[in-house]
């Protein structure tokens, strides 16, 4: 068993011990009805090799993790130009939050809010269907993880439909000020499936890889991003990934991460691993509670954060 096996297994052990695990996500009922209690854990290392450990094979909503795989998608479309349209600085702000978005002409502070995702969600949509638009990016994951099951789960991506008041006020708001090209319904449409997409940690994990290894996926050796535009994703995700919680996340973890409602978090230890946590509990940001934890006793046994053990 190698050293990395055997943090793995401990930190499972540990996390299963914990009582307070925040509260699950209680917005629409199919997320409501998680158990707080599951925990997986998968570390994919740079050989390709998987740690694994408790709920690593189950899926659960990755939500706002998708926004790292639309944001990659959109930077490929529209290269830099993608910048006129959302910025790159932490928002110190919760997730859906709207009171920037006067101040600052419509232009979202970063990809990684929901306002900013749903305006890059808009540059994947421009000039496809709505359908075509969900498919490339339902392919993308599929192809990332190596795993064509994976899919939408149509019931939550109903229920965001149906009660994302919020959302449509975002995207509304920056429809006005002309950030969005395309009809508000379908944007969002297209936003709230790739939120509602499931997957495990494992395939997670895998599919993060490219980001851990210069742009491209050390086992197969295809170039999925430029060495310099997985950097720069990697600074996106240390900076807002985690909302107003991002700060702390650094300070604790110390690797780019990305968090979703479901209670996921990708976290990329460059050169090293790609990481996927899930325990659905929330912190009051809306981040994993125990996943944060986990993450930050990875680190610290592997010695993987990006500024030094
Ligand atoms: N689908 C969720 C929303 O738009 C995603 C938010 C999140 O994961 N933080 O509200």
Known sequence: MS??????????????????????????????????????????????????????????????????????????????????????????????????????????????????????????????????????????????????????????AASEQRTGFRNAALANYMKSFGVLENPVEFTLGVYFHHCAIAMSCRQLATAGRFLAHLGRNPTTGMSIVSPERARRINAIMLTCGHYDGSGEFAYRVGLPGKSGVGGGILAIAPGKASIAVWSPGLDAAGNSHLGRIALEALTKRMGWSVFGT
Request: net charge negative; proline share 6%; hydrophobic share 45%.
């Open 3 to 156: 050293q990395l096996d055997e943090v793995v297994g401990e930190i499972a052990d540990e996390m299963r011990r914990h009582t307070d695990r925040g509260d699950v996500a209680s917005y629409i009922p199919e997320l409501a009805r998680v158990d707080p209690g599951a925990f997986g854990l998968a570390v994919v290392d740079a050989e390709g090799n998987v740690a694994a450990a408790g709920d690593a094979d189950v899926p659960f909503s990755i939500q706002s993790i998708s926004k790292v795989f639309t944001l990659t998608l959109a930077l490929g479309k529209a290269g830099d130009r993608l910048w006129r349209r959302v910025g790159r600085e932490p928002s110190g702000s919760p997730f859906n939050s709207i009171v920037q978005l006067e101040r600052e002409k419509g232009i979202p502070r970063n990809p990684f809010i929901n306002a900013g995702a749903i305006a890059v969600t808009d540059v994947i949509l421009s000039g496809h269907q709505p359908r075509e638009a969900l498919g490339e990016i339902l392919r993308f994951m599929q192809a990332l993880a190596d795993d064509p099951a994976i899919a939408i789960d149509r019931a939550v």
